[in-house]
Structures are given as C-alpha cells and as structure tokens.
C-alpha cells in the first residue's frame, strides 16, 4: 500500500561532517563549503508507514543546481554509520514509522559556490513495493556566507536578511573544549597527536597563529597544510591566544598567572 501523508517538520539543519555539529542556527554557511544537511521526515498520513525511502526530486534538484549547490548522492560505510542511514544510490532508505512518528534523514550537499538566500528544498517519499506513487514534500534552504578582512580585523557574514559585521577586540574558548576540537582537526586531517615540540616547532605554530589572529585567516585556508588548523580556528578563533603564547613543552598553561600574562599581551599586540 502506498505511504501517504509526507511532512517535513521544522528547517533543514547543516551539520560540519568533521564533528557532526549542528552549524549555529542551522544555517549553511558556503565559507565551509560541504555539509550534510539534515532533514526531518514526519508521518502524518493517520497510519503507520512501512519501511519507505525519499530522495531529492527532480525539480528540488534543479533548483539547487541553480543556486550553485551540488548534491553528492550514496554514503560511505563511515558516513552512514555515524548517521545511522543507508542509502540506494540517490534513495535513502527510512524505516517503518508510525503515526505521527518523525526520522531524520541527511543529504550531502556543497555549498561553497552556492548563492547567499533562501532556496527551495523538494523531496519525494515512496513505498519501495509502490514505487510508482510519490508524494512531495518542501522547505525553504537558508545559505550565508561568512568572509573575513584582515585590514578591517573583522567578520561579516551574508544572508537573506542583510549582513552582520562583526569587530571582537577580544575572545575566550573553554581551554578542554577547544583541545577536543584540535585532536579531532588532526583526526581528520590524519596527523599524528602532538608530542613534544621543538622550540623551532613551535616559533613556526606561534607565527601562523599569530598571522591567523591579526587578520591573515583566508590565506591560511588556501594553505592546504592549514585546512585542519584552519577548520579549528573557524570554530573557536579566539581560543588559538594560549598557543600564541604558551609553551613549547605542553599545550597547556603552567599557572592561571602566566595565562593572564598571556592574554595581557595578546592584547597590547591587538591594540
């Protein structure tokens, strides 16, 4: 019997493939160009579904083809693992559902030449054993893009609604946090932990930081040996302060002293 009753249940959500972390407000943003976007399906067809599937429909392909958005269809086994998804070329598979039950399902899409605004998303639902009845389903799909100026020190990110530009003079990360999101940088980037640096080592650490915290963020992205460096300092910016100025023997700070001395001086040289 076909499925019927095809919902999608609040906006499509952009999640970093690196962490699997929702991007603020679930906004695409084309400055990080590939994410997997997340979509939630919902039965409101008054009875259970049997196990379906949904793909992005012809139009709803066009259109994103239009706004400079490509759309990579199948999985890796470790990408469907860690979204609990399976997929049949460009079909991902949802199980059975039940009355008003929903399942998030995610596409790969890269935005990195995509057109700043709002786009239509369209998907098509089926019961494999009635393939032939489809049933559509749309949202809106909301793309920013974010860049930075070295001269002016600032951020300014685009949308549908206008542009924000922000100045910071100063920013603070949790430390733990942000050695999580360094290990998995390199996780990703697959180089090995850190050991014990080098004082040369780490005079080369200091000056690419310090050329990422006065400006020269862009250039270390087209460094295709910063790519992870470059990722991390996206996602927390101001938390590269300690490295700027910390040891060479550990990542950590000797003493919350010699933390604020180094803020203090970061500081001055931001001034």
């Known amino acids: 019997m076909a499925i019927s009753g095809l919902s999608i249940t609040g906006r499509p959500f952009a999640l970093w493939p690196a962490t699997l972390q929702v991007m603020p407000g679930g906004v695409l943003d084309a400055g990080f160009g590939r994410f997997f976007v997340g979509v939630l399906i919902t039965n409101n067809g008054g009875s259970a579904w049997p196990a379906a599937e949904v793909h992005l429909s012809t139009r709803g392909r066009q259109i994103l083809a239009a706004a400079g958005i490509s759309v990579g269809d199948g999985l890796s086994a470790g990408d469907g693992a860690a979204l609990n998804q399976t997929a049949s070329g460009e079909w991902i598979s949802i199980p059975a559902l039940a009355n008003g039950a929903s399942r998030a399902v995610y596409f790969k899409f890269d935005v990195s030449k995509a057109t700043v605004g709002a786009h239509t998303l369209e998907i098509e639902g089926r019961d494999p054993a009635v393939p032939a009845t489809l049933l559509k389903a749309s949202t809106s799909l909301f793309v920013s893009r974010t860049t930075t100026s070295g001269t002016q020190r600032a951020l300014s990110s685009v949308c549908d609604k206008g542009t924000l530009t922000a100045a910071p003079t100063a920013i603070t990360m949790d430390q733990e946090l942000f050695r999580r ?6 996780a990703v980037a697959g180089t090995p932990p850190p050991g014990i640096r080098t ?28 790519v992870a460096a470059g990722a991390a300092a996206r996602v927390g910016l101001g938390r590269a302060q300690h490295l700027l100025h910390g040891s060479h023997r550990s990542a950590r700070p000797d003493s919350d002293s010699g933390w604020e001395r ?7 040289d931001w001034k």
């Open 181 to 186: 999101v360094l290990a998995r940088a390199r």
């Open 199 to 226: 004082a040369a080592e780490t005079e080369r650490v200091r000056q690419r930081l310090k050329a990422v915290l006065c400006g020269g963020l862009d250039e270390l992205l087209r460094d295709s040996r910063g």
């Open 262 to 268: 180094g803020l203090e001086r970061h500081r001055r």
